[in-house]
């Protein structure tokens, strides 16, 4: 699959780039708030998607925008796994970041690709991800 073409003059436009956000998500009080949120902070860009049934729509919008992050609903996110991680295989840069009412959790996807030099590498990777997200290894 051919990574996408991220546009080289992006929206945000000047010397000083202004951030960008993309919201996908109907209008509900969660996305308005997210978006209250971004807009309230100087120098970012929100963008809004409502209609969650056109994944090309995103794809679209983020090869446009060059955004930090689309951000989703976690029901949203369910129902268009399969574009959003396409746009973090093709767009290593991008963080999706799915959001809960029910939970105070974020979660947030994005590509990373690290060079191993020796199988026991693998299992540093895995154990460092444990540490960090609060699993944690062995006492």
Sequence with gaps: MNALAINPEPIHGG???SKAVILLGQDDLLVTAVEHLFTARKGWKVIRISDTRDPEALVREVTRVDPEAVIVHQDV?????RSLMRLVQDCPQLKVVT???ENNFLEVYNKQTICIKEASDLLSIIEEGADSDGRGGES
Excluded: D, E, K
């Excluded at 996110?77 to 796994?81: K, P, R």
């Design 99 to 101: 959001i809960s009412l």
């Design 77 to 81: 996110y369910f129902s268009n796994v």
């Design 15 to 17: 010397t000083a780039r």
